[in-house]
């Protein structure tokens, strides 16, 4: 008998025509942009502020408030806080939140079992149980991670690490988000700096990464998934508020002084070195430093006639598949966003 005679091993299968009709609610967004439904990894080194700016997603979809400069529609969240307590949590809602009543959708657990020892099915019974469930934040993944069986590949413990999460988050319709780590060394690919194998970010459905630039003390928001557009964009933590602010594109955001007015006389045609040096009148030395450090960085690329010209953004360009005229948005928006001036922030905790 041939192997495709069972007729119970084809019920999941839909032809291409029947597909065609189908019709699909649009994606369930949590956080405009940045969160959408499905499993997301939420990755960064430890005390960039990853924790905060989970909580601050927590709090903003709870109270239907805003992160990121994102208004959020409101729903039950549940913040698994399993590397805090809760004089911390309180602490740390009093500098994100001191003045309006917190939500009683925002719900909170610092202690949960592991996920293949009742976690996994006491997350199920919670978004059961309640109506219109949105979000449930895992700070960390590494408290919950089900143990590795001995024979498996580190591909395959990982990938089974969040399987659970990740079916249970498509079934549902919500999004569940797991905060995790960023490996020591870089990677050519953003996804390879998160630790662990790629069977961690292969089974999520959509990465966050938050780092900082090497070139200065910018921090960066990176985000791609499958129902994600890839963005980057500009961070900023205010340490009065304790909270994340958007600036935009980092390019823009992060240009010192000198930077900024070599980006314009750039713009203004002045493409060549001494060009630039005669067009800024900065000091020759510095405009040197300065042209290496942005081609590092690619904020610039260098021709072999020793011109230079701005690296095109790929999120601002049309791809064949967008229409002519694209929807701005936050994400893309290259208009240079204006920053407050503060103090440095001085609290350890503040960069949990």
């Not at 911390?88 to 996920?115: G, K, V």
């Not at 390019?251 to 060009?275: C, L, N, P, W, Y």
Request: aromatic share 6%.
């Amino acid at each position: 008998m041939d192997r495709f005679d069972n007729v119970e091993s084809l019920s999941g299968i839909f032809s291409a025509a029947d597909l065609q009709g189908m019709e699909f609610p649009p994606i369930n967004w949590i956080v405009p942009g940045v969160l959408p439904e499905g499993l997301t990894i939420l990755a960064g080194k430890p005390k960039l502020g990853k924790s905060w700016l989970a909580l601050d997603m927590a709090l903003a979809v709870a109270g239907g408030g805003s992160v990121l400069g994102r208004e959020c529609v409101p729903g039950p969240v549940l913040y698994l806080a399993l590397e805090d307590n809760q004089r911390r949590l309180q602490r740390r809602l009093n500098r994100i939140e001191p003045h309006l009543d917190w939500p009683a959708d925002l719900e909170l657990n610092t202690r949960w079992p592991r996920l293949d020892q009742g976690g996994l099915k006491t997350i199920s019974e919670w978004i059961k149980t309640r109506d219109g469930a949105k979000l449930v934040i895992v700070d960390t993944l590494a408290v919950v991670r089900p143990a590795g069986k001995a024979n498996d590949s580190m591909y395959t413990g990982d990938f089974s690490a969040i399987r659970g999460l990740h079916q249970l988050a498509s079934n549902t319709g919500i999004a569940i988000m797991v905060v995790h780590h960023l490996r020591k060394a870089d990677a050519d690919d953003r996804l390879d700096t998160v630790s662990g194998s790629t069977g961690l970010t292969g089974a999520a459905d959509t990465t966050l990464i938050l780092t900082r630039r090497d070139s200065d003390s910018g921090v960066i928001l990176y985000g791609r998934g499958r129902d994600l557009e890839e963005f980057e964009t500009g961070l900023e933590f205010d340490p009065h508020t304790c909270r994340w602010r958007d600036l935009g594109n980092p390019v823009e955001a992060f240009a010192s002084e000198t930077r900024a007015a070599i980006f314009e006389a750039i713009s203004a045609g002045s493409t060549a070195a001494k060009d630039i040096i005669s067009e800024t009148g900065i000091n020759a030395d510095n405009v040197y430093q300065t042209l290496r450090r942005m081609v590092r960085a690619g904020d610039l690329k260098k021709d072999g006639r020793g011109t230079y010209s701005r690296t095109t953004d790929p999120l601002s360009e049309e791809s064949d598949c967008q229409e002519q005229k694209p929807q701005p948005d936050n994400l893309t928006d290259l208009t240079p966003p204006s920053r407050p001036n503060g103090p440095n922030v001085t609290d350890p905790e503040a960069w949990a």
